[in-house]
């Protein structure tokens, strides 16, 4: 089974950067258990998450490997508990629908030594 590799990244709005900060300490945290069985739901195996502070705003840069294509579809189409309430930290502190579709960056470059 091949592994496919996922980089992307959304805003986070300035004035909520410490309300993104404890959602992130949830998710690693007391939330982990659930964070790991939505990944299974949808086929993630493994998520990492940066925080890039920028001049005027901050961006969470993803990486993600998946053993699917889709499985940004399968996270979108999960009603769980979790996965409505992990959607709903997001658009309160990034303004981003994860119910909406987004064409997923390009990979160009994937070296190994």
């Known amino acids: 089974m091949?592994?496919?590799?996922?980089?992307?990244s959304f805003p986070i709005l300035k004035e909520k950067i410490?309300?993104?900060k404890s959602f992130a300490e949830k998710v690693n945290g007391e939330k982990n258990e659930e964070f790991t069985k939505m990944h299974e739901r949808i086929g993630v195996t493994k998520e990492l998450w940066f925080l890039?502070?920028?001049k005027d705003s901050y961006e969470v840069l993803v990486y993600t490997e998946a053993?699917?294509?889709n499985f940004m579809e399968l996270f979108k189409e999960d009603t769980s508990e979790f996965s409505e309430w992990f959607k709903a930290n997001v658009e309160k502190t990034q303004?981003?629908?994860l119910t909406e579709s987004f064409k997923m960056p390009e990979l160009v470059l994937d070296w190994v030594e």
């Open 2 to 8: 091949e592994i496919k590799k996922y980089m992307y």
């Open 18 to 20: 410490d309300e993104w």
């Open 52 to 54: 890039k502070e920028k």
């Open 67 to 69: 053993v699917n294509d």
């Open 95 to 97: 303004k981003i629908d």
